[in-house]
Structure formats: structure tokens, C-alpha cells
């Protein structure tokens, strides 16, 4: 039903009869307001409109039994909200405070956030990549062109598409894809074993389970195919270049790989001084030096 009100010497509405119950809480209207609603003959006071006693009857100010008028009272104010202590902010060197009804493990800050290291965990795969494509180089009879001296590179990149269409190079290509999904089986089992490959013992990278042990076999191998197809896509273009992409982000977002969350494995990193930086430059040049000779 809707009713209308004599607000200001004009006519309001049609309001429901929830909103004239509002408008005579706030004051806006009162029980001597004249309404109307469909059915009366004339305007009448609130008051006397049976459909609107309840809501009249409520706002109305509550007679005490001494015959004094008093305003209901309203709701009691609400409680001040207990402020609970900030834990203490650890620093570095100093252990975190004990969680829960057990002692926490006392963990430095160090040890709790690991960095994420994408650079590391790139150069440290790309020595592996590198390992086996010199491999497969060394053991095969195709010699890839070589720019000669004073020829414009325009016609070394003409030359150069041309030798690729050939099927020697055609073979070459499968077998190193064959070699590159191979590796990542033997991968599997370096892990297992010793927690590393030539690549990630360069760097001082260590993968291990969540408690920090050895990972199982099936897990190994599990995780080596789920970067073979997801962190490198094959190690085919396009597809390398959006899976290293969408691995560099989620590392430095997240501190954690898409494969090491699923597979509650974990990555634990040496500390990278000038000695470890060395090696790893000398290493990636003999490789380097190694390929150059074989094609020299």
C-alpha cells in the first residue's frame, strides 16, 4: 500500500509504509501529519490511519510510570576494540618470535625469506643447455656455416637460412631436441641423487623437498618435464622465450615457481661471491672455446 503525506503544506509520495516509519524516526513527520492512502475519503492524521499504528505506535516517546515523557534510549555505545600487540619486527640475525602452542623453528630472517634469484636460476639452466648442445655438436658431422671474413651480413643470414634448410641440419635439429628431452631425464636423476646439475652446482643452487632432503625419483622427474614444458616450452621459440617470461615474473612475485609450489619442492641458494662468479665465466668460456674448435 502506499500512502501520501502533508510534508512542508505539500503533498509528498507515494512512500511505503517502512519509509513513513523512517520519516517520523527522523522527525521529518509526526503522529499529527496529515496522510492519505487509497480507500480514504479524506486526509487524516497519521495517528488515525489503522494501517499506520504500528509504525506510529513506535515512535513515539515512552511514558514512564511517574507520567513523565522521556525519549527512548537508545542503543548502548559499542565496545572499544581491544588493540592487540604488533609483534616484534625481526631483523636480521635475530630469531623469529614462537608461534602457536609449540615452539616455532627459530628461523633468521635470512633463512625465513628466501630472494628470488631469476638471474641465477637463468645462467644456471643455460650452462646445462649449453652442455648439451656443445655434446651434441661435438658428436655429429655438420659443420654450421661460419661468417667469412670481410662478407656483409646480409649475405652471411642469406647463407646462412639456406645451410639450415638442408637436411643435415634438419637432423641436426632433431637430435638436439631428442638430446634436450633426454637430459631432462638424466636431470631428474642428478637431482635425486646429488640435488644439482653441472649448471646449478656452478651457481650453488640446491633443490630439495620441503623438510630440506633428498627429493624422490618420481618427483625429480616430475618437476625436470614440468620445466621442460612449462619454464622452457621444449626450447622451441616461441615458446621458450613465454615460458622464461612468465617463470621470471612469478619468481620475483611470488619468491616461488609455479613447479616448486605444486610439487612442494624447494630451491636453496649458496652465496654467489667473486670466486663462484670466476668459475662460472671460465666455465661458460671453455664451453664456448670447445664449440669454436670443433667448428674451426
Known sequence: MDFYLSLGDSKAGPFSIFKVGDLLERGDATPD???????????????EIGALEA?????????PENGETEERPGPPPLPTPTRLPMPPEPYPGTPLTEVGPTAAQVLTRTEAIEPARPFIRFWARMFDYTLVSVMVFLLSDYSAP????GEPLTDFFTRYLEEMRKPEALTLATTLFLALFAWHALEAMLIHLFGATPGKALFGIRVTNAEGGRVPVLLSLGRSFYVYVLGVGFYQAPFILIGMIFSFFRLITTGNCLWDQHL????????LGVVRIMLAIGAFFALILLQSVRFS
Not at 509504525?55 to 511514558?63: D, E, I, W
Request: charged share 30%; hydrophobic share 35%; net charge positive.
Open 146 to 149: 661460419q661468417p667469412q671474413p
Open 33 to 47: 501529519t496529515l496522510a492519505w492512502h487509497r480507500g480514504l475519503d479524506e486526509w487524516k492524521p497519521i495517528r
Open 264 to 271: 612442494k619442492t624447494k630451491v636453496e641458494h649458496a652465496p
Open 55 to 63: 509504525v506510529c505506535a513506535r515512535s513515539l516517546p515512552v511514558k
